[in-house]
């Protein structure tokens, strides 16, 4: 069987944002492979909606859903305590919620909003998941990032809730990075225990980015105009699809890929120091050691 078709029989997914978009995308075509999805999202309708697209594309699928808003880590905790709850063994989490907004806004928590959904949420997630994807392995962590992450010269680990400062698309770039900076740690972090971690980038995907008010004014018509000529979401469930199911990849970690094949990220996202740093920085905030 070619990694396109690999098959996911007796596999368990769980994959952040699965109502819509990529999520949803590669939430169907796992089920149509025989997985059984966890399809987390922050609104029971839409997930709900989703449930039933999957199991029209594939009768008999087996598919859970999970309310939680990632902007909470009180939530993002109780989302993790649910899946464990619900399942003995996790096979793949794919952490591909994502969001960009173009005012700074704070979370109960307290945190800007893009790094609370793009970046703390996924640390959380996954390290509150560690023994469980622990006792599947080998098992897999894909995060799915974007390119734009190369346009970040510099990560100012002192102003990770963007205080001084607020553009969106430098925001949502830097969040993008350091997403893949903790890609790299967890992989460090977990060599020799059967878990991978690996990165990539979707590709200019026409989804629901911006909407529900999150971009505004002409931002928000700039990518409702560009949907008109972009690839669906199928095609951005490609990479991550491939990052999760390909048998070549048993055991590859550390890596980020683009277009279904590996590929350098920025030179910033390779420094293994800043990786460690950060990862330091958001066990701080997070008030909690990660899991070993």
């Known amino acids: 069987m070619n990694e396109t078709t690999t098959d996911m029989s007796r596999k368990v997914v769980a994959i952040t944002g699965a109502?819509?978009?990529?999520?949803?995308?590669?939430?169907?075509?796992?089920?149509?492979?025989?997985?059984a999805i966890l399809a987390c999202g922050r609104d029971q309708v839409k997930l709900d909606a989703a449930r039933a697209s999957i199991e029209a594309a594939r009768p008999g699928a087996e598919v859970e859903t999970f309310v939680a808003d990632l902007a909470s880590m009180n939530q993002v905790r109780g989302l993790a305590a649910a899946i464990a709850?619900?399942?003995?063994?996790?096979?793949?989490?794919?952490?591909?919620?994502?969001?960009?907004v173009d005012r700074r806004i704070e979370t109960e928590d307290g945190l800007e909003l893009t790094f609370a959904v793009n970046v703390m949420a996924p640390y959380v997630l996954t390290t509150s998941l560690l023994p469980l994807l622990k006792a599947s392995?080998?098992?897999?962590?894909?995060?799915?990032?974007?390119?734009?992450?190369?346009?970040?010269?510099?990560?100012?680990?002192?102003?990770?809730?963007?205080?001084?400062s607020y553009r969106w698309s430098d925001v949502y770039a830097r969040a993008k990075l350091a997403s893949i900076l903790l890609s790299n740690e967890l992989a460090r972090r977990l060599d020799g225990t059967g878990v991978t971690s690996n990165a990539l980038h979707p590709g200019v995907i026409a989804t629901e980015f911006g909407a529900n008010g999150d971009?505004?004014?002409?931002?928000?018509?700039?990518?409702?105009?560009?949907?008109?000529f972009l690839p669906g979401p199928e095609a951005g469930a490609r990479t991550s699809l491939h990052v999760a199911t390909a048998p070549g990849l048993d055991g590859v970690t550390g890596r980020y890929f683009?277009?279904?094949?590996?590929?350098?990220?920025?030179?910033?996202?390779?420094?293994?120091?800043?990786?460690?740093?950060?990862?330091?920085?958001?066990?701080?905030?997070?008030g909690e050691p990660a899991a070993r």
């Open 19 to 35: 109502n819509t978009g990529i999520g949803l995308a590669t939430a169907t075509e796992l089920a149509r492979r025989g997985a």
């Open 85 to 100: 709850e619900r399942t003995d063994r996790l096979d793949v989490l794919i952490n591909n919620a994502g969001v960009g």
């Open 137 to 164: 392995a080998p098992s897999r962590i894909v995060t799915v990032s974007s390119a734009v992450h190369t346009s970040v010269k510099e990560l100012n680990l002192d102003d990770l809730q963007s205080e001084r």
């Open 215 to 228: 971009l505004r004014g002409g931002n928000a018509l700039l990518f409702r105009v560009l949907k008109w």
């Open 258 to 286: 683009d277009n279904a094949a590996e590929k350098a990220p920025g030179t910033l996202a390779q420094d293994s120091d800043l990786a460690r740093t950060l990862w330091d920085r958001l066990e701080s905030i997070a």
